[in-house]
């Protein structure tokens, strides 16, 4: 899938809706299409990055702030839900579905 097509750079481009949970330079959060729970969020770098699974060393600067925007949604999502506690995934190989890493946090309630 050429990077034009991918569903998730059109998000981070605003090309198409999507429910912002927390947004910065790099990365932005949305609500997850088909959430699992309340408050499903997806948090993606806005450059086309794969998978996760490609990550090298020299990543590292990207990851760690990668993670921030991680945290800077997980501290949004448990503020508006309150949930028991989040779940924070990262799905590789056939488990993928759009082909632009993404976090899954998955708020779980009690
Ligand atoms: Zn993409």
Do not use: W
Request: hydrophobic share 40%; glycine share 4%.
């Amino acid at each position: 899938m050429s990077t034009q097509e991918c569903v998730f750079c059109k998000i981070a481009k605003k090309q198409l809706p999507a429910q912002i949970v927390y947004e910065n330079k790099d990365f932005i959060a949305f609500l997850d299409i088909n959430p699992v729970s309340k408050g499903h969020t997806l948090v993606i770098p806005k450059k086309h990055v794969t998978d996760f699974a490609g990550l090298v060393e020299e990543d590292k600067e990207f990851v760690y702030n990668y993670l921030l925007a991680v945290e800077e949604t997980r501290k949004v999502l448990e503020k508006k839900y309150k949930p028991y506690g989040i779940r924070i995934g990262i799905n590789t190989g056939s488990l993928i579905e759009v082909h632009h890493l993404h976090t899954h946090l998955v708020p779980v309630y009690k």
